[in-house]
C-alpha cells in the first residue's frame, strides 16, 4: 500500500513519541563518515593529516567510551580553517547537492515507509542522531520530510575549526532529548548498542540493521519478543523483510 507523503497531519500534543536513529536506520550507511570523507579529500594536506592523526584517533573512534574523542579530532582537522557552524551547514548543503543521486539511494524505502505511516497515524516523529541536524534535514528533503525535528550533534568553533561540542550518542542523545522538551517515549528505532540508552526508555524498542555480532546483547538486554529487523542493509544482520 502506498503511504501518503504529506501533507501529514499536525500532531497532538500527547500523541505517542517515536524517535528514529538515522544511520543505519534510515539511511544505510554512515552519513557524517561521507561528509567528513568527502570535506577531508577536498584538501590534500587535511587528509594527510586525518591519516597521520589515525593511529591516534581510530583507536578513540572503536570504543564506545572515547567514541566522541575521536570523532571530534577527525571533524575538527575536517573543518580546519571554518570559524562559524554555517560555513559548515553550507559545506553539508554543497555536498548533498553534488551526491545527490547517491545519497537518494541510500534512503532505506521500507524505512520510510514505516517513518510516513508513523506522521500519517499523527505520531510525534522526532530524528535523534549522531550526524550535524543539518546533514540529516538535507536528506530527508529528498523525501519531504525535511520538517521533522532533528536532534543532533551539536558543533561550535574551536582553535581555527568547527568542533564537536556535544555528541548526539548514548546517554547524551537521551539528555538532548528531554533538553528539547521530548519526554515519555512510545517506539524507538535503532541499530546501535549505543543506542541502548534511548531502545530501554521506550516502551516498545525494535532493533534495525543491527550488526549481527551484536544481536545476542540486544537479545540479552532488551525486553523479550523485541523485533530485531533488517530493513534493506546488506551487510547488516536482523530478520530479512519478506519478499
Not at 589515525?54 to 574523542?69: D, K
Not at 550535524?132 to 521533522?148: N, T, W, Y
Not at 530501554?200 to 519478543?225: C, H, M, Q, Y
Request: aromatic share 8%.
Amino acid at each position: 500500500m502506498s503511504l501518503p507523503r504529506g501533507p501529514y497531519p499536525t500532531p497532538a500534543a500527547d500523541a505517542p513519541l517515536v524517535v528514529f536513529d538515522f544511520d543505519h536506520t534510515l539511511y544505510d550507511g554512515d552519513s557524517g563518515s561521507h561528509l567528513f570523507a568527502w570535506l577531508l579529500k577536498r584538501s590534500w594536506p587535511r587528509y594527510l593529516t586525518a591519516l597521520l592523526a589515525t593511529p591516534l584517533l581510530g583507536p578513540l573512534v572503536a570504543f564506545l567510551p572515547t567514541r566522541r574523542h575521536g570523532i571530534s579530532g577527525y571533524v575538527w582537522i575536517a573543518t580546519f580553517g571554518l570559524h562559524r557552524r554555517r560555513e559548515l551547514d553550507a559545506l553539508i548543503d554543497q555536498y548533498v547537492d553534488q551526491h545527490r543521486a547517491e545519497v537518494r539511494e541510500r534512503l532505506l524505502p521500507h524505512a520510510l515507509e514505516i517513518f510516513a505511516g508513523h506522521r500519517a497515524a499523527g505520531d510525534r516523529v522526532v530524528v535523534a542522531t549522531g550526524a550535524p541536524p543539518e546533514l540529516a534535514r538535507a536528506i530527508l528533503s529528498f523525501v519531504a520530510h525535511q520538517d521533522v525535528p532533528v536532534i543532533g550533534t551539536v558543533t561550535g568553533p574551536r582553535l581555527g575549526a568547527v568542533y564537536a561540542r556535544r555528541h548526539c550518542h548514548n546517554e547524551e542523545k537521551m539528555r538532548m532529548l528531554r533538553e528539547a522538551g521530548f519526554g515519555e517515549i512510545a517506539v524507538a528505532y535503532s541499530d546501535s548498542t549505543a543506542d541502548l540508552p534511548l531502545l530501554k526508555a521506550a516502551r516498545a524498542p525494535v532493533v534495525v540493521n543491527p550488526k549481527a555480532s551484536k544481536i545476542t546483547l540486544f537479545e540479552r538486554v532488551l525486553p523479550a519478543g523485541t523485533p530485531i529487523l533488517n530493513w534493506g542493509c546488506k551487510d547488516r544482520g536482523g530478520q530479512p523483510l519478506r519478499e
